[in-house]
């Protein structure tokens, strides 16, 4: 299955990208490159896929046991390679559940089945860096 994507320069280092569903997003980078800060940076937006990528997982297989999920929230913490290429080389992913009667070792198994099977983003990232996962289980 083929996946399309465009990046339009727009100007200084500003440039719009269009997926092939037909969503856009405008990017930036610092200004010490160049960039005006008017967009998310290139490599934010690879963590920001990989926090949706496995979310998308951990959602899916809950509600497929049948657990009563009412919030998810993914926050990732990352450090790059000092040296060019800047790869990530470390990420941390911890997720926050929130639902009635979930049991821990449920979440624990979205998340590793995710991690280990599902999620193509964290698989490609997890070859340069060291991707740690942890979670908070909410009642409510």
């Known amino acids: 299955m083929a996946t ?3 990046v339009k320069w727009i100007e200084g280092m500003q440039m719009l990208g269009e997926s092939g569903s037909g ?5 930036d980078a610092a200004e010490a490159v160049g960039g005006r800060e008017m967009g998310i940076r290139p490599m934010e937006l690879l963590l920001i896929g990989m926090g949706g990528c496995s979310s998308i997982d951990v959602l899916s297989i809950l509600k497929k046991g049948r657990h009563q999920v009412t919030d998810c929230v993914a926050e990732i913490t990352a450090e790059r390679a000092d040296s060019q290429p800047a790869v990530f080389t470390h990420i941390q992913l911890h997720f926050t559940v929130t639902g009635q009667q979930i049991p821990e070792k449920a979440v624990q198994r979205a998340i590793d089945l995710s991690m280990e099977s599902y999620c193509s983003a964290s698989i490609m990232l997890g ?3 060291k991707i740690e996962t942890s979670f908070t289980l909410i009642e409510g």
């Not at 969503?23 to 990017?27: K, L, S």
């Open 127 to 129: 070859k340069t860096a």
């Open 23 to 27: 969503h856009t997003v405008v990017m």
């Open 4 to 6: 399309t994507a465009r």
